[in-house]
DNA sequence: TGCGAAGCGGAACGGTGCTCCGTATATTGG
DNA sequence: CCAATATACGGAGCACCGTTCCGCTTCGCA
């Protein structure tokens, strides 16, 4: 696993400063080109951006995946977070904002939910990662909901979290496509007491 | 617009006896490799089971993504005309089958659930040929269905179809992914009275 | 202030999809 | 049956990708 991006191993001996300065640059540049270009952008501009050579992103990051990870990670903390804002509503309406909220995450940032879902060489750890960090939240909101009856309990959450982020896939791509309503139809059938 | 593959295109000028031979055999070599390899095999590779040249595939299929359309193109049909065996069943159960039959399709070629929905350069060819050959069809499944009352009438046939398409993306990346569960799911919601 | 180690930039590598151009061959008029 | 010509061919080459290598610069500590 390729994973062990540098923000994740608590503090070995302290960096130099120009790494650190450097590191960070790339974070914000990274995130700056993934808004204006999408998940895609090369590494190239990246670094043009950054102000840096090509290698020193290789020097902070194993890969190109991994920087992807990086910039998110403390994006996906704020998601994860988020599912405490459930005030007064029944377990089902924080399940169903909690999930407005990771759809929303998904389709703001192009290209994300295609990469997460991807084949392509490298973003096993993106995928772990969303898995790590979001699996538990969406874990625990379900479990509420099916202790009130209100869900279905044969339902996996870790199905249910691929599902709902594949089904962003393509909502910018073909601007007809509406992910959120499928998203809601989605939830709909979750509700629904068929059995097994 | 880059479609246009040979194969759509009336019987012009007859051509040339190996040049026929020579988009068969590419044809042929494709289908190979995309179950060999996965939709992502290279262009090298296609050419080189065909026995032919690089640029004899350039000569055929304007681009990679034409050539991917060209060797669906008539399992396409195939799975169109499957509707027609709603043998007895309710409209429900006729949908129900027909999407069951849509899914094995994009869930046994590899990769090419993936494909169809990625933002990658020149797949909006691959995305318009399903979108021509098989959103006629789900629509009429669905009508029959809205006709008895068994679905919901405010889901469009289009998002639907993207929507399963896309929760079939993963099925091998992921083993544990279970995408059948969710497209179930999905049904199961689309049959709940829940109103806009 | 000097010096070793840590960090740096950009050329270079192997891999894509696609194009260019000199060569070979199928077809057709004599 | 044989030329002449349009048509098709093969593979080297191009631009671009992510990644690696290596000689040089800069930081930090004694």
Known sequence: MPGKTPATSGAGPRKRSDARRNEQALLDAAAAAFV????????????????????????????????VVAVFRHQLDALAAASDGADGGTPLDALRSWVGRFADFLITKHGLAEALHSDQAGFESLHAEFVDRLLPVLDALLQDCAKNGQVREDVRAYDLM?????????????PDYRSRDMIDLLLTGLTAPGGH
Do not use: K, M, Q
Request: proline share 2%; charged share 20%.
């Open 162 to 174: 691929l599902a709902i982020g594949n089904l962003c896939i393509g909502a910018d791509t073909f």
């Open 36 to 67: 204006a270009t999408g998940i895609d952008a090369t590494v190239r501009e990246i670094a043009s951006r950054a102000g840096v050579g090509i290698a020193t992103i290789y020097r902070h990051f194993p890969t190109r995946a991994d920087l």
